[in-house]
C-alpha cells in the first residue's frame, strides 16, 4: 500500500492535473466566447462597410444625376441663346439690305428749337412726307449701316449678356 507522503504527493499530483484541466477548459471556454465575439464584430463592421459602401454610391448616382439635369438645361440655354443670336443676325442682316436697297432709310429727329445748329432742315413737316410732326433729317446710309451694324454688336453683346446671366443662375439652383 501506500505511505501516506505518497499519498499526500498523488493527491497534490492529482490537485494539479485538476488544477491544470480546469484552467484548460477555461481557456478554451474563453477562446469560445471570444472568437464568438471577433465574429460579431466583424458581421457588424461588414454590414457597416456595405452601409457606407450603398450610401456613397446613391449619393454619387445623385451627383451625377444632378449634373446631367444641369448639362441639359445649359444645353437647352445655349440652343435659345444660338437661336435668339441667330434671329438678331438675320433681322440685322435685313435691315442692312433693306438700308442698301434705298427700300428703308434711317432719319433722325431733328430739334428746331436748337439755334446752335448748323442744320437747314425746316422746323415744320412737308406736305409731301408722310412723318407728322417734328422736323426729321435723312441718314446717309453709310452712316445708317454704321449705326446698324453698333446696334447689331449691342444687341449680340446684349444676347451673350442674358446667356451669361441664365448660365449663372442655373449653377446657382
Known amino acids: ?39 460579431d464584430q466583424a458581421r457588424q463592421h461588414d454590414d457597416d462597410l456595405n452601409q457606407l459602401n450603398l450610401a456613397a454610391a446613391a449619393r454619387q448616382q ?12 445649359l ?9 435668339a443670336l441667330t434671329d438678331a443676325q438675320r433681322d440685322q442682316s435685313r435691315l442692312r439690305d433693306r438700308l442698301a436697297t434705298a427700300d428703308l432709310r434711317l432719319s ?31 441718314l446717309d446710309p453709310a452712316h445708317a449701316q454704321r449705326i446698324v451694324g453698333i446696334a447689331d454688336a449691342g444687341d449680340r453683346g446684349l444676347i451673350a449678356l442674358q446667356a451669361c446671366q441664365a448660365y449663372v443662375r442655373e449653377l446657382q439652383k
Open 1 to 39: 500500500m501506500f505511505t501516506p507522503l505518497q499519498k499526500l504527493t498523488g493527491a497534490l499530483v492529482l490537485a494539479g492535473l485538476l488544477i491544470a484541466a480546469g484552467a484548460g477548459v477555461a481557456w478554451q471556454v474563453q477562446d469560445w466566447r471570444f472568437g464568438r465575439q471577433l465574429a
Open 62 to 73: 445623385a451627383e451625377q444625376d444632378k449634373r446631367l439635369a444641369l448639362e441639359q438645361q
Open 75 to 83: 444645353q437647352a440655354s445655349d440652343q435659345t441663346h444660338h437661336r
Open 108 to 138: 433722325v429727329l431733328v430739334d428746331a428749337a436748337d439755334t446752335a445748329s448748323s442744320c437747314a432742315v425746316p422746323a415744320t413737316a412737308a406736305t409731301v412726307g408722310v412723318v407728322h410732326g417734328t422736323a426729321r433729317a435723312r
